[in-house]
């Protein structure tokens, strides 16, 4: 059972599993996910043996209007609705897979990227309810799995517009863009993240995972890269500073979001997540293609 099957993430997870996994995606229409009782239900009458929740608040800086409201829709989202659905998860004898993000550390670390036992230091509204969500998916008792995933980033059209595809129309219109430049990233193919959310699936694999680009990258060389990849001219990505860049979003937002990935290598190889040059050589002959 999928929930977030509209979503950037959960619509590629139905694209890519339709064809051999028997898939249940209520949509947000048919199941509102904050409605505890219809959630119950649900989960009651499906025989559904695994449960992967991407059903979130996504959108960082508008979730800070609602900053320290715990009866606010985005802590609903991100913190009281995954307990409860890894407390149901629990109770119905169903694995969860429960998906996260690399803002839930403060970024303050340069010399190695961020594993999974790492302190946690939430910069924002969204980091802040993302990480009690992840507490209580863990706390909850039930088989389950929390995967942080970062930027994420796809060849398909969806309404929410990542990094490489806001580049890919930004530069295709000729229009100028800013790129940071002291900021260490390892934002995932989308593809290769619904991939690795499979192989824990299949595993039934249990605590904290990272899914990320087995490599890292800055915003500046990301898409700059995918300019040359494309085409397009990389001289219109101007060069910024994450001093400069950072206090213009209502968000704080960690500086350096790179995420460890030797744990996810160590349980499933190495040829899922791959570095950012490999990941973008493949997500550019998929845009080309279609
Ligand atoms: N995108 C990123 O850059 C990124 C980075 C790191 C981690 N993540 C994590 O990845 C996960 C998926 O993110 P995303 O970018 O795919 O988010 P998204 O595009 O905003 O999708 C969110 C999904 O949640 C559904 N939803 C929201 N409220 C609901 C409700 N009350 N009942 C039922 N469904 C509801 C939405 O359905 P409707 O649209 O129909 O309302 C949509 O399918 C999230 O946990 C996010 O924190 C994302």
Known sequence: MVLGGSGLVGSRVLDLWADDVELS???????????????????????AP?????????????????????????????ARYPTQL?????????????????????????????RE???TGPLCW???TKLEGERGVLGAGGRACVARIEMPFSAKPHRKLDLARLTLARLGR????????????????????????RRLVEARFTGTIHIAAAGWTTPYAFTRAIAARMGLNADLVAPETFADFAPKRPAHR????WLDVSCFEEHFGRDILRAPEAELDAWAQQVSAT
């Open 25 to 47: 995606a209520p949509t947000h229409a048919q199941l509102d996910v904050l409605d505890e009782g219809a959630l119950t239900a649900f989960l009651a009458q499906t025989e």
């Open 50 to 78: 695994v449960v992967l929740n991407l059903a979130a608040w996504a959108d960082v800086d508008g979730a800070e209007p609602e900053r320290g409201n715990r009866a606010g829709r985005v802590y609903a989202l991100n």
């Open 86 to 114: 890894a407390i149901l998860c629990g109770e119905f004898g169903k694995y969860l897979v429960h998906v996260s993000t690399d803002y839930v550390f403060d970024g303050a670390t340069v010399d190695r990227a961020y």
């Open 117 to 119: 036992g790492d302190p």
């Open 126 to 128: 969204y980091a802040e």
């Open 174 to 197: 000729g229009e100028p863009m800013v790129g940071v430049v002291d900021q260490r990233i390892t934002p995932v193919f989308l593809d290769d993240a619904v991939r690795a959310m």
């Open 254 to 257: 960690p500086q350096h979001s």
